[in-house]
């Protein structure tokens, strides 16, 4: 096996846990809430914690990284996220859980930057498509296959194994980075002053940002004084961040690296494909639940398989990447994916399982096509010292992206939901002829039962018909949400021509050539 792809191997087994532990715990908090007597608002806070110190990380990987080495950063994210694992497993009350999940998101934060920005510096520029692909499928995959592996760790044995089960790999994941990774000159560690003013702000506002996401739902958004007051703080917290950083000899996250038009559009674009992706994955088991009688099991099925189309598309994708004008396959992948919003958002109460899946696939199929071209373009006129300050840059703003993706689809489900339902109650008038038709039938029909009484059976069929008007509501609104996600993403797809098409400028050449050295 070349050393790459050790090394790949590397750093690709601690990340996949890492993105693996955003979503396992989803399917445990019912078994969470249970051992500890808690309520559902205070056991969320283990989701929710974990979700926020994992966001405060990631956009410091790169200064982090300088400060004290990136090996060392590496191997001390693995090691605090493995022994946090286990402390999360022990955890003898919902508060020592809370915290311990706090240190777990701090353990994990920087893997997937510096994965991604690892795996860029080992493979040459010829096969970074390759190099994307094996990142791209740990990202996507992961976030499927929490819930599903969570659930039957949780039924079949307890929810603390689904911390235990980070223990081996994390160990695993320790020996082989001291073995096989070695730092280039440019992120050794580096003395430097230390940007006070830009680590506070940078940790309250996207600290803050990330619970208005993350709450703001459950708390009636802006009617809530808690979330009202937290959205203040985070903008005035990120615009002064962003200030400071302009100014700052030594800067947190280097802002000044939005000034390359093909990282700022890739970026973007990155933050609405996860938009789509995660407003897609939390709709649909919602919809196939309540909607469409579908088990957990089956519904899993559905986003599991979809998710499966991913992984065998990134393969091919990849090495297409490095032969032909990448922006193809990211054109290509936008349009798929914004054609699945638009299938989803012709689903009807009537669909079948072929028809429902499909339309995951399909999105499996847009997302795997667009996303190696997609990280591989914008990243690929970055230099390599500033490699691991752009994938942190460019992790937030996906997992804020795909956080913002469930935020949306869940308020907009509930907004739209009530819209739909005061339409559609306009039609259940006496004067209305089609609801007229239908009270009728039913009425005789339920007389024909054994409901004795007019009076009886036309208040059960009031009633029949009312609990239709509510499903068909429900079923308008996921229409609507995937609609918006299907205008979303044909409006991101004029940005595919302010990307370069790749190649390296000279510096790179240079740095990938001492990189190649090194390893």
Known sequence: ??????????????????????????????????????????????????????????????????????????????????????????AWSLGSLIFFRVVQGIGGGGLQPLSQAILLESFPQ????????????????????????????SDNWAWQWIFFINIPIGIISIIMNLIFIKDPPYVQKTKMKIDYWGLILLTVGLGTLQLVIEKGQREDWFSSSFILWFFIIAVVSLILFVIVELFSEHPVVNLRIFRDPSFSAGTVVMFFAFFNLMSSIVM????????????????????????????????????????????????????VSALAAYSIAHLTLYSDFQAILMTRMLLGVGMGSLMIPLMTISMSHIKKEEMGNAAGINNLLRNVGGSMGIAFASTMLVSRSQVRQFQLVEHLSPFDINYQMASHKLSQAL????????????????GIIYAQVLRQAAMLSFNDVAYVTFIIMLCILPLVFILKKGGTNSTNRKSEQQNLDIH
């Open 1 to 90: 096996m070349n050393n790459k792809w050790l090394i790949a191997l590397s750093v690709i087994l601690p990340t996949f846990i890492e993105i693996v532990d955003t979503t396992i715990v989803t399917v445990s908090l019912d078994h969470i809430r249970g051992t500890f007597s808690a309520g559902v608002d205070e056991v969320t806070w283990t989701l929710t914690s974990y979700l926020v110190s994992n966001a405060i990380i990631i956009p410091m990987t790169g200064w982090l990284s300088r400060l004290i080495g990136r090996k060392n950063y590496l191997i001390l994210s693995i090691t605090v996220f493995t022994v946090s694992s286990f402390l999360c497993g022990i």
């Open 126 to 153: 010829k096969q970074h498509g390759t190099a994307m692909a094996v990142f791209g499928i740990g990202i996507l995959f992961g976030p499927i296959i929490g819930p599903l592996l969570g659930g039957w760790i």
């Open 284 to 335: 649909l088991p919602l919809y196939l639940q309540t909607l469409m009688g579908y088990t957990a099991t089956l519904a899993g099925m559905v986003i599991g398989l979809g998710g499966i189309v991913t992984v065998f598309v990134m393969p091919i994708v990849g090495p297409l990447v490095s032969k032909t004008d990448p922006r193809y396959p990211l054109a290509f992948g936008i349009v």
């Open 447 to 462: 007389v024909y039962k054994g409901y004795i009484g007019d009076y009886i059976s036309q208040r059960a069929s009031d």
